[in-house]
């Protein structure tokens, strides 16, 4: 079997259970890391976490056992984009509880994503209109319970990702788009991108299914679009860590 990244990068993913004070909800992310900070964060939307109290987060551990941490006092630990428009947000992973209690640190391995392997907004211009893309996330909060790794879309980009969207910032993309997915990481799928780890290119952070606006009132009738926040908008975290 000829190897290429897509291990490394499910690695990367963590299925999301929020508590707030008055519902549950469960979402996906993935863990980065920038230049010259030394501390290891979750990426996930705002949205997910503006009213969040606790997270479950799934980690992939070298024990063949569901393992998760918990991570309390969200509120304390939350980076949100310095703009508001933007669905983004940082939590710094420290002070984590494991579980179950035969789980232990060294068994628990985080592979993160680096801020060099972001597409540039420069980049992101010279792209093709469509490109293939590969997602990770927790659909409906479903995932491999038993191998802690997240579940993997494929798909295309159906607006360009260097250009807002009918002026707002985000593109589209096609690709099975449900509750859930809000966090996933999206990165660009070819032979280049594959290969290896390193070459790994994010293109961009899921965050909103598209609906049919013409459904009827309170029938989400998805249509296979969903929305997704430029990678390169995670590179403006770095002026306010």
């Known amino acids: 079997m000829q190897y290429n990244s897509s291990w490394d990068l499910n690695r990367a993913s963590t299925y999301i259970y929020a508590k707030t004070s008055t519902e549950n909800i469960t979402a996906s992310g993935f863990f980065l890391t920038f230049n010259n900070v030394s501390s290891v964060f979750l990426v996930t939307n705002r949205h997910v976490a503006i009213n969040a109290e606790t997270f479950v987060i799934s ?15 969200v509120s304390d630990k939350v980076i ?6 933007i669905d983004l ?3 710094k992973i420290d002070n984590l509880v494991l579980f179950p209690n035969n789980m232990t640190f060294d068994s628990v391995q ?29 659909p409906h909060g479903i995932y491999d319970t038993k191998n802690n790794l997240s ?13 807002e969207c009918f002026g707002e910032p985000y593109f589209m993309v096609d690709l099975p788009s449900w509750p859930g997915s809000s966090g996933s990481a ?5 032979h280049e991108t594959m ?3 390193e070459n790994t290119k994010l293109l ?6 598209q609906y049919n606006p013409h459904s009827a009132p309170k029938n989400n009738e998805y249509i296979h679009l969903g929305k997704a926040i430029s990678a390169y908008k995670l590179l403006e975290f770095k002026k306010i860590l």
């Open 151 to 163: 579940i993997a879309y494929k798909g295309m980009t159906a607006t360009h990702a260097g250009t």
């Open 89 to 91: 947000c940082l939590i």
């Open 204 to 209: 961009g952070i899921f965050y909103e299914a």
């Open 110 to 138: 985080i592979q993160s994503i680096h801020e060099s392997m972001i597409v540039s907004q420069q980049d992101a211009a010279q792209l093709n209109y469509c490109e293939d893309i590969i997602m990770f996330g927790a």
């Open 59 to 73: 980690l992939y551990s070298s024990i063949e056992e569901d393992s998760l941490r918990y991570i309390a006092n």
């Open 195 to 197: 290969r290896n780890f």
């Open 186 to 190: 999206i990165y660009l799928c070819n």
């Open 80 to 85: 949100f984009h310095p703009q508001d428009n």
